[in-house]
Protein backbone atom coordinates (compact mmCIF):
# COMPACT_ATOMS: atom_id res chain seq x y z
CA UNK A 1 0.00 0.00 0.00
CA UNK A 2 1.99 2.99 -1.13
CA UNK A 3 -0.49 5.53 -2.08
CA UNK A 4 0.33 8.11 0.44
CA UNK A 5 -0.81 11.14 -1.68
CA UNK A 6 -4.31 10.46 1.00
CA UNK A 7 -2.06 12.08 3.90
CA UNK A 8 -2.16 15.67 2.78
CA UNK A 9 -5.58 15.38 1.03
CA UNK A 10 -7.79 17.48 2.96
CA UNK A 11 -10.46 15.53 5.86
CA UNK A 12 -12.63 18.44 5.08
CA UNK A 13 -13.20 17.16 0.81
CA UNK A 14 -13.79 13.33 2.39
CA UNK A 15 -15.31 13.51 5.21
CA UNK A 16 -18.63 14.68 2.77
CA UNK A 17 -18.49 11.85 0.82
CA UNK A 18 -18.61 9.38 4.17
CA UNK A 19 -21.76 11.45 4.81
CA UNK A 20 -23.43 10.34 1.20
CA UNK A 21 -22.35 6.76 1.56
CA UNK A 22 -24.02 7.02 4.45
CA UNK A 23 -27.40 8.93 3.71
CA UNK A 24 -27.45 6.66 0.47
CA UNK A 25 -27.90 3.44 2.29
CA UNK A 26 -30.34 5.22 4.78
CA UNK A 27 -28.36 6.10 7.53
CA UNK A 28 -27.42 9.17 9.11
CA UNK A 29 -24.35 12.33 9.34
CA UNK A 30 -24.73 11.89 13.05
CA UNK A 31 -24.09 7.81 12.89
CA UNK A 32 -20.91 9.18 10.47
CA UNK A 33 -19.98 11.96 13.36
CA UNK A 34 -20.32 9.04 16.16
CA UNK A 35 -17.85 6.66 14.18
CA UNK A 36 -15.72 9.55 14.21
CA UNK A 37 -16.13 10.82 17.68
CA UNK A 38 -15.38 6.77 18.85
CA UNK A 39 -12.05 6.32 16.72
CA UNK A 40 -10.58 9.67 17.14
CA UNK A 41 -11.29 11.26 20.41
CA UNK A 42 -12.61 14.41 18.65
CA UNK A 43 -15.93 15.71 19.61
CA UNK A 44 -18.53 17.84 17.56
CA UNK A 45 -16.84 21.11 18.13
CA UNK A 46 -13.06 19.56 17.57
CA UNK A 47 -14.00 17.86 14.60
CA UNK A 48 -16.16 20.89 13.38
CA UNK A 49 -12.95 22.88 13.67
CA UNK A 50 -10.94 20.37 11.96
CA UNK A 51 -13.31 20.76 8.66
CA UNK A 52 -12.96 24.13 9.21
CA UNK A 53 -9.18 24.24 9.41
CA UNK A 54 -8.99 21.92 6.62
CA UNK A 55 -6.91 20.13 7.67
CA UNK A 56 -5.30 17.30 6.02
CA UNK A 57 -5.60 13.35 7.25
CA UNK A 58 -1.99 13.44 8.32
CA UNK A 59 -2.82 16.17 11.06
CA UNK A 60 -6.16 15.20 11.44
CA UNK A 61 -4.91 12.08 13.32
CA UNK A 62 -1.74 13.63 14.71
CA UNK A 63 -4.22 16.48 16.84
CA UNK A 64 -7.00 13.08 17.50
CA UNK A 65 -7.25 13.37 21.26
CA UNK A 66 -7.36 9.79 21.16
CA UNK A 67 -7.39 6.79 19.01
CA UNK A 68 -9.67 4.50 20.90
CA UNK A 69 -7.84 1.44 21.98
CA UNK A 70 -10.47 -1.17 20.14
CA UNK A 71 -8.82 -0.34 16.63
CA UNK A 72 -7.28 -3.69 17.19
CA UNK A 73 -10.99 -5.32 16.76
CA UNK A 74 -11.55 -3.51 13.97
CA UNK A 75 -10.80 -6.64 11.31
CA UNK A 76 -11.45 -7.60 7.44
CA UNK A 77 -10.62 -5.95 3.87
CA UNK A 78 -10.77 -2.37 2.81
CA UNK A 79 -9.67 -1.35 -0.87
CA UNK A 80 -8.41 -5.12 -1.16
CA UNK A 81 -6.00 -5.30 2.10
CA UNK A 82 -6.83 -6.44 5.37
CA UNK A 83 -6.59 -4.06 7.66
CA UNK A 84 -5.76 -5.13 10.43
CA UNK A 85 -2.21 -6.29 8.31
CA UNK A 86 -1.54 -2.70 7.05
CA UNK A 87 1.74 -1.88 8.43
CA UNK A 88 1.79 1.90 7.97
CA UNK A 89 0.48 3.86 10.87
CA UNK A 90 -1.09 6.90 9.90
CA UNK A 91 -2.41 4.68 6.33
CA UNK A 92 -4.15 1.70 8.95
CA UNK A 93 -5.88 4.74 10.73
CA UNK A 94 -7.32 5.83 7.82
CA UNK A 95 -8.57 2.80 6.20
CA UNK A 96 -9.65 2.27 9.87
CA UNK A 97 -12.36 5.04 9.36
CA UNK A 98 -12.99 3.63 5.70
CA UNK A 99 -14.05 0.33 7.14
CA UNK A 100 -16.13 1.43 9.91
CA UNK A 101 -18.22 3.88 7.23
CA UNK A 102 -18.41 0.80 5.19
CA UNK A 103 -19.70 -1.26 7.62
CA UNK A 104 -22.69 1.55 8.58
CA UNK A 105 -23.56 1.94 5.01
CA UNK A 106 -23.83 -2.17 4.48
CA UNK A 107 -26.32 -2.01 7.46
CA UNK A 108 -24.45 -3.28 10.93
CA UNK A 109 -25.76 -1.83 13.72
CA UNK A 110 -23.96 0.89 15.58
CA UNK A 111 -22.91 -1.23 18.32
CA UNK A 112 -21.08 -3.77 16.40
CA UNK A 113 -19.60 -1.16 14.51
CA UNK A 114 -18.33 0.30 17.65
CA UNK A 115 -17.08 -2.75 19.20
CA UNK A 116 -19.28 -2.61 22.10
Known amino acids: ?6 FKMSFASVYPHYIQKAEKK ?13 LTGYNKDTLQQQIDNNTDFETF ?11 SKIKGVICGYRVEEIENELMQKIRYLDKLIDELAKG ?9
Open 26 to 38: GRTKEEVDTIIYW
Open 1 to 6: MKNTRI
Open 61 to 71: FAEAPQINPNV
Open 108 to 116: KVMEKILRV
